[in-house]
């Protein structure tokens, strides 16, 4: 049987980021305590709301309805069916969280804010369109679905708040103090330019995470320039059932049943096209969230090259202080040092602040070597763990677009059977005109 891995078309050429080892975990254990083992999490009713804001000043903003419910009797987390309300920045509060919470995950991304690589049936500008909402309403609830499922995010006390309990998220959320973190490993995003050894893995990773966002993004495109030719021609053609009806005015008989008729055939088959270009719109929105889950690869690769960037600090400062010592005890400083400046102008120390000295550099490089081997551990582990949920997450990808490409393939074959049936439809009633 053929890998798994062929046939892969975001697999770039020549690229391999290697398989790390998967740790042996008790999965009955994790399954149990995971959300969506338990419940069953739906989001609906995208519903706009107005609220003050200041001085005479309103502010309007889209709410959605979460609600979930127990799959089973013996469910440990709820006992009967749950539903809130939840904003879009409460989403986003959520994933930031998350983010900085578990460094290694792979968190799933937020649907899009402005609708992007559509075609012009949808207004991009308008973020209260009815249309954009439910895309956006599914994207939500592909969000919770992912991280509920997820063997360390759906275990996460807060998820269950946000998905269970209306009130007090964000004041539990602000409480866990993630927000400093964030900042603190903000300071720390250009570290990339800095790391002196940065991992292949990693930057192989960032290769990947491009290639995808590049595939991703080119498939879109194209099928949004598709999508809005086949709705032009649809409608185009729409106008022969005016032309049809317009002419069996003009006509008594056979001929005027005839035309009646291929008005109406030709009527519903322009308008079927509403219907089949939503269904694709579903199918390209699933697409569109692994574009931006390019983003939260290259977001993980940056948290590693922070880390590692604090590894190669601490190993410099390590060398820079032993350096030091060696100069004390050999007595060797440069001339055009402030030490050495010192030491000719006063005189050189003496036993026993050269003893003090070399007390104090001991104790330094003690406890740099400490600091040093402590965050090249947690460098370590970091690296073991990121690598295993990319491969879980590459495993889910290919399962995902799979599906995708199948179900986009059965829809334009659909479509092309429909049209096919339609135009035998018409050929069939004026073959019959001809012969009567």
Not at 111 to 133: Q, V, Y
Request: hydrophobic share 35%; charged share 30%.
């Amino acid at each position: 049987m053929a890998s798994s891995d062929d046939g892969d078309i975001f697999e770039e050429e020549g690229v391999e980021v290697p398989k790390a080892p998967i740790k042996s975990v008790n999965k009955e254990n994790k399954d149990d305590k995971q959300m969506l083992s338990q419940l069953k999490i739906t989001v609906s009713d995208p519903e706009k709301k107005t609220k003050q804001s200041g001085l005479k000043m309103q502010e309007t903003f889209v709410v959605y309805l979460i609600e979930s419910s127990p799959k089973t009797e013996d469910s440990t987390m709820i006992e009967e069916v749950s539903s809130l309300w939840r904003r879009y920045s409460e989403f986003e509060l959520l994933r930031n969280y998350l983010v900085v919470t578990y460094p290694t995950v792979i968190v799933p991304p937020l649907p899009e804010k402005r609708a992007n690589f559509i075609w012009t049936k949808i207004t991009a500008t308008d973020t209260f369109d009815t249309d954009f909402l439910e895309r956006r309403r599914g994207g939500l609830e592909s969000f919770l679905h992912r991280i509920a499922g997820h063997s360390k995010l759906g275990c996460d006390k807060l998820v269950s708040d946000f998905i269970t309990k209306e009130e007090g998220f964000r004041e539990k959320v602000t409480a866990t103090g993630f927000q400093a973190k964030s900042d603190s490993w903000l300071k720390k995003v250009n570290a990339s330019l800095r790391v002196k050894q940065p991992d292949i893995r990693f930057e192989q990773l960032k290769y990947y995470a491009n290639q995808l966002h590049e595939g991703a993004s080119a498939l879109l495109k194209v099928r949004a320039k598709l999508a809005e030719r086949v709705y032009g021609i649809y409608k185009i053609h729409g106008n022969y059932a005016r032309v049809f009806k317009e002419w069996a005015l003009t006509e008594n008989s056979d001929l005027k049943l005839a035309l009646q008729k291929a008005s109406n055939e030709v009527e519903v088959w322009a308008n079927s096209i509403d219907t089949l270009i939503d269904e694709e719109d579903i199918i390209a929105e699933q697409l569109k969230e692994y574009l931006y889950f390019a983003d939260s690869l290259k977001t993980v690769c940056k948290k590693h090259e922070a880390q590692q960037y604090d590894v190669e600090w601490y190993e410099n400062q390590v060398m820079l202080t032993m350096t030091e010592k060696k100069k004390v005890l050999t007595g060797n400083t440069k001339a055009f040092s402030l030490s050495g400046m010192k030491a000719r102008l006063l005189g050189g120390d003496t036993a026993e602040q050269t003893e003090q000295k070399l007390e104090q550099l001991d104790k330094n490089i003690r406890d740099l070597e400490d600091k040093f081997e402590s965050h090249r551990s947690q460098a370590s582990d970091f690296l073991e763990e990121a690598l295993q949920e990319v491969e879980i997450f590459k495993k889910r990808k290919r399962m995902d677009l799979r599906e995708i490409f199948i179900s986009y393939t059965i829809l334009q074959i659909k479509l092309h059977r429909e049209g096919c049936a339609k135009w035998g439809k018409f050929k069939s009633l004026f073959d019959n005109l001809l012969k009567s």
